[in-house]
């Protein structure tokens, strides 16, 4: 296969032409590398290379403006608007640049096509006087403006074109109208120059009256890459544009068409998959290159072309390690780079414009991979001591100065580059922004070693905001952090980070616009779909469908049209396609395959070999973990038993052993987050230890109305003291907060007023101990070490002389969870008998203690169910049987013993694993 570039090349130098004196016009950039490639093989001597523009290159050459890049477009437009626009009417920046963007596109679209101002603007706002929403006669004054901006287009336009052509400046547009202006003149000046143009498609007005004025004048060639499979079937979209040129210049009426050829119709392997997802594709392009590589071991004529350019980066990751050389046409968006993602969090952070900060936002930036390096030191990293003071202390809400109370004053420094208030200050914004940059750079050259890429990253984000430092300079706009970052978002859009590589050898990456003129082999699509080749009707502009067709103004069916030609184009000479898209439905995007593949199928010329791949998915078995007890974990045991197995703790085992495993062999307690919500655990103590500083002074003592009328007058004070000891610098003065605060002082309060309620019924209530801590040692036969338990009993009192065991619990517990039937269920399902099982525990312990004689009572205190009173423990025959033994015994602390010790033989035996439980 001979490529088309090269092609052209052979018949000019067959036609005699001296190749180094020719002025070559490509569509784009990329295909000038390409030509001085082929042109290398075709001469038998050194020569000077010959002249190789873009057409936009070109352009602007003959125009002699300058071209301003998108965000300076957009600034001069907005000197325009200040300059036209009353000062009351006048819309801050970063409002005006939301409609701007569309605007500037429309007058580009307008200047291309040579489209007629005044009549498209009087028609726009003839339009809109037409659809205005006022239902009165007279127009309100929402209306009036209204109307009025859109009649002030035109005087946009006109006042915005007129300044830009000043000062030499122009987008891209007026760059295109300017040209076509000057290009008799343009003609008259070189009239030695011989242009070639090569590989156009859809061209634009200007482009088209460019091309046609140096064809008719003899200073030009023209070679088109048209196939007549398409050029000459009069309904097909990839012909659509060449079929026009071929049909209207009048150049073609005398001169030859340069080139219709058939290379389309030649057989080729045409292969279609579905395949779920953008990963999915990547995974897949990487077992295709894999494939390739393995049967021809050479890949510099296979080209992967994205339809998609967030495909790039998981592409490069599933390449097979066997291909070394790789280049990357397209860049890497800017706004993929991590550290895109830092400016990010501090632009949102800063423009709240406040002195404090959510404390998830601060962990966020400060533990960013880019900054985590700046808080190590030799001792370690300080961002850890930052971290676990923030979860202490329930710091929901941070200002700078108090970081810095936190931090190590070593990182000071640091703190207040990222979280002093920039002062709704853009000025002061990037200067923090660019220091923090520095601050990045020295961090990498002194501590790390081949990171050539981060400093890269870091390189074109001190361009990026040394680009925006200048636009603030020169343009007095950016007035808020709102509109700064309204302009880095929109100049983070359209930079990318480019690669460099070998431009002609191995395997060639691009996308579908990189793609223009150039030929591959094999070529790899990815993306194929509806929504995304073509795009469909995406429409951001202010001109109408109709309007536009009047005025012969591209629409959607145009550019769909162009992206037919790249699609067909790049099948033309390739031998093996591979055509992927995906099969998983977007909302947004759509779903289904693009109807290019149809319109392939459809043809019948190609044999298409349609198939749908998914990943293999192994059969994953759902087999529970099973930790064995080695000599280390049989020590570990050994230790805990001596120390004592608390109530919970054997609870937690009944409930799943594996995590027994974790939390009392390994030490792995649970993560502790920030409460920004004072949390249940939280709200059980603080009411513990209120009630406990209430009752303990009386131990042993009767319980009187009087006294516990004072203890009513002491909540607030007790409740504030200990959420303040608990819940650190936590906020609870609003919000949820104030609310459980609020319940906490209820719960205390309903509970003293139940026992007053008691006490004036006749009753009589003794306390006998508070929070009575104990730890008793357990024989076992068959354990050869001691064995203990401990635990702490809430409360334990004398009601009309009963003794009665009682734990507090500050949520809901009803009556038929400290009740059971059979004793073995006690350790065998902890939702239904855990509850039972603590207070037997309770029990158990203060009876080897001989702190209480037989028989008791033992139970909940449930403050959610205050109602049902003291909750007690009861054995009952049948799960039906109303007939319960409320009253402990010996008998019923033998039996209990009994289950307790089979519980703890299992934990300590040696050959018994600890094996997890499926929890619900």
């Not at 336009?157 to 109208?177: A, H, M, P």
């Not at 980070?497 to 996308?511: A, H, W």
Request: glycine share 4%; charged share 25%.
């Amino acid at each position: 296969m001979s490529s088309f570039i090269k092609s052209v090349l052979i018949d000019l130098k067959q036609k005699d032409n001296n190749l180094e004196d020719l002025y070559f016009i490509l569509p784009s950039k990329r295909a000038g590398v390409f030509l001085k490639h082929h042109l290398s093989t075709l001469i038998q001597k050194p020569i000077f290379a010959p002249h190789i523009l873009s057409i936009e290159e070109f352009v602007e050459e003959i125009s002699g403006l300058k071209t301003l890049s998108n965000t300076d477009t957009l600034f001069q437009l907005y000197n325009a608007y200040v300059e036209v626009t009353p000062k009351e009417s006048l819309e801050p920046f970063e409002v005006f640049s939301n409609w701007a963007q569309i605007l500037l596109q429309d007058f580009n679209e307008i200047d291309r096509y040579l489209g007629n101002q005044d009549t498209i603007f009087d028609y726009l706002h003839a339009i809109k006087e037409l659809d205005h929403w006022s239902l009165e006669t007279e127009p309100t004054n929402l209306v009036k403006s209204y109307l009025k901006f859109w009649k002030q287009l035109k005087t946009y336009y006109q006042v915005f074109s007129d300044n830009l052509l000043k000062n030499k400046q122009g987008y891209q547009g007026l760059v295109y109208r300017e040209a076509v202006e000057n290009l008799e003149a343009y003609i008259e000046n070189n009239t030695n120059k011989n242009h070639v143009f090569l590989g156009f498609n859809a061209l634009n007005t200007c482009e088209s009256l460019i091309i046609q004025g140096l064809l008719q004048n003899g200073s030009a060639n023209i070679y088109w890459d048209a196939d007549e499979s398409y050029l000459n079937d009069d309904i097909h979209d990839a012909g659509l544009f060449i079929r026009q040129h071929k049909a209207k210049w009048n150049y073609f009426k005398k001169q030859p068409f340069n080139w219709a050829t058939s290379y389309y119709s030649q057989k080729k392997n045409i292969q279609v998959v579905g395949v779920p997802k953008l990963v999915g594709q990547a995974k897949y392009i990487g077992q295709i290159l894999e494939k390739i590589g393995v049967e021809s071991n050479d890949l510099k004529n296979t080209a992967v072309v994205l339809g998609e350019e967030n495909l790039l980066i998981p592409v490069l990751n599933s390449i097979p390690k066997e291909i070394s050389q790789i280049n990357v046409t397209m860049g890497l968006p800017l706004k993929f780079v991590p550290l895109a993602s830092l400016f990010d969090l501090l632009f949102s952070i800063h423009k709240k414009n406040t002195n404090t900060y959510y404390f998830r936002e601060v962990i966020d930036l400060i533990s960013h991979p880019s900054i985590y390096s700046l808080f190590e030191t030799d001792e370690g990293n300080y961002l850890n001591e930052i971290s676990s003071h923030i979860q202490k202390n329930n710091l929901v809400h941070l200002s700078s100065a108090e970081l810095k109370k936190i931090a190590h004053k070593d990182v000071h420094g640091i703190i207040d580059l990222m979280f002093s208030s920039w002062e709704n200050n853009p000025k002061k914004a990037l200067n923090h922004c660019s220091n923090l940059i520095y601050l990045i750079k020295d961090s990498i050259n002194d501590t790390m070693s081949n990171k050539g890429l981060e400093l890269e990253y870091l390189y074109r984000f001190h361009a990026l905001f040394n680009q925006l430092t200048d636009l603030n300079t020169n343009y007095h706009y950016l007035n808020s952090i709102e509109s700064l970052y309204r302009i880095y978002s929109d100049v983070l859009q359209n930079e990318t980070l480019d690669f460099k590589g070998e431009p002609l050898e191995g395997l060639q990456i691009m996308g579908m616009l990189e793609s223009r003129v150039l030929d591959f082999e094999t070529v790899i699509i990815s993306s194929v779909n509806e929504g995304i080749l073509p795009s469909g009707k995406t429409n951001n502009s202010f001109i109408p469908f109709d309007v536009k067709l009047q005025n012969k103004l591209p629409t959607y069916k145009e550019k769909d049209a162009v992206y037919t030609y790249h699609f067909y184009r790049l099948i033309q000479r390739a031998k093996n396609v591979y055509i992927l898209y995906n099969t998983e439905i977007d909302a947004l995007k759509g779903g289904e395959k693009s109807r290019f593949i149809t319109q392939l199928e459809v043809e019948g010329i190609h044999n298409i070999n349609h198939t749908i791949v998914s990943p293999d998915v192994p059969i994953i078995e759902n087999s529970l973990k099973k930790i064995s007890k080695t000599k280390a974990i049989i020590s570990k045991l050994e230790d805990l038993s001596n120390y004592g197995f608390s109530p919970s703790s054997l609870t937690n085992y009944i409930r799943n052993p594996l995590d027994f495993y974790y939390e009392k062999i390994l030490g792995i307690k649970e993560f502790e987050d920030v409460e920004e919500n004072i949390a249940a655990n939280t709200l059980g103590s603080v009411i513990h230890n209120t009630l406990e500083d209430f009752y303990k002074p009386f131990v042993g003592k009767m319980l009187t109305v009087d006294v516990l009328k004072t203890f009513k007058s002491e909540i607030k004070n007790s409740v504030t003291h200990h959420f303040k000891a608990l819940y650190k610098d936590g906020n609870f003065s609003s919000g949820k907060n104030l609310i459980i605060f609020e319940i906490a002082q209820r719960y205390i309060s309903n509970f003293i007023n139940s026992e007053i309620e008691q006490l004036e019924a006749g009753n009589q209530i003794k306390i006998l101990a508070i929070e009575a801590g104990e730890k008793i040692e357990l024989n076992f036969d068959n354990i050869p070490y001691a064995v203990h338990l401990t635990g702490k009993v809430d409360r334990i009192d004398q009601f009309n002389g009963v003794t009665r065991v009682i734990d507090y619990k500050s949520g809901k517990v009803d009556q038929g969870k400290v009740e059971i039937v059979d004793w073995e269920d006690l350790t065998t399902d902890y939702d239904k008998y855990s509850k039972s099982f603590q207070v037997l525990c309770y029990a158990y312990m203060m009876h080897k203690k001989k702190l209480i004689d037989l028989p008791i009572e033992a139970g909940i205190i449930s403050f959610k169910n205050l109602n049902s009173g003291f909750l007690k423990f009861g054995k009952k025959e049948s799960t039906y049987s109303r007939n319960k033994n409320q009253l402990i015994s010996e008998e019923t602390l033998n039996n209990f013993e009994v289950e307790l010790k089979k519980l703890i033989t299992e934990i300590c035996n040696p050959n018994i694993d600890f094996i997890e439980k499926e929890l619900d």
